[in-house]
């Protein structure tokens, strides 16, 4: 999770790029996978997905990129 420094931080940034409006939001995603052959446990995967958006309007425009980090747990 972002800090309250950061996400001021990024937002000046965004709306020194002229920008009408900006929004900041962040994902978070847990995903577990157990494959079985013949009723035995063959695999145990684990993955965490987090990630931040950052969107910016200038009228009807808009642009919206975004960082997304995978890690795998176990």
Same mark, same amino acid.
């Given at each position: 999770m972002l800090?309250?420094s =950061?996400? @001021?931080?990024?937002l000046?940034?965004? +709306?020194a790029?002229?920008?009408d409006?900006?929004?900041i939001? @962040?994902?978070?995603?847990?995903?577990? &996978?157990?494959r079985m052959? &013949?009723?035995?446990? *063959? @695999?145990? &995967?684990?993955?965490?997905i &987090?990630?931040v958006?950052i /969107?910016?309007y200038?009228? *009807?425009?808009?642009?919206m990129?975004?960082? +997304? /980090?995978? =890690?795998k747990k176990r």
């Amino acid at each position: 999770m972002l800090s309250k420094s =950061q996400l @001021e931080k990024y937002l000046k940034l965004c +709306m020194a790029s002229d920008a009408d409006f900006a929004e900041i939001f @962040e994902q978070e995603e847990m995903n577990e &996978n157990i494959r079985m052959l &013949n009723g035995k446990v *063959e @695999e145990v &995967n684990e993955t965490a997905i &987090n990630g931040v958006g950052i /969107r910016l309007y200038k009228g *009807e425009s808009s642009v919206m990129p975004t960082a +997304m /980090r995978t =890690q795998k747990k176990r």
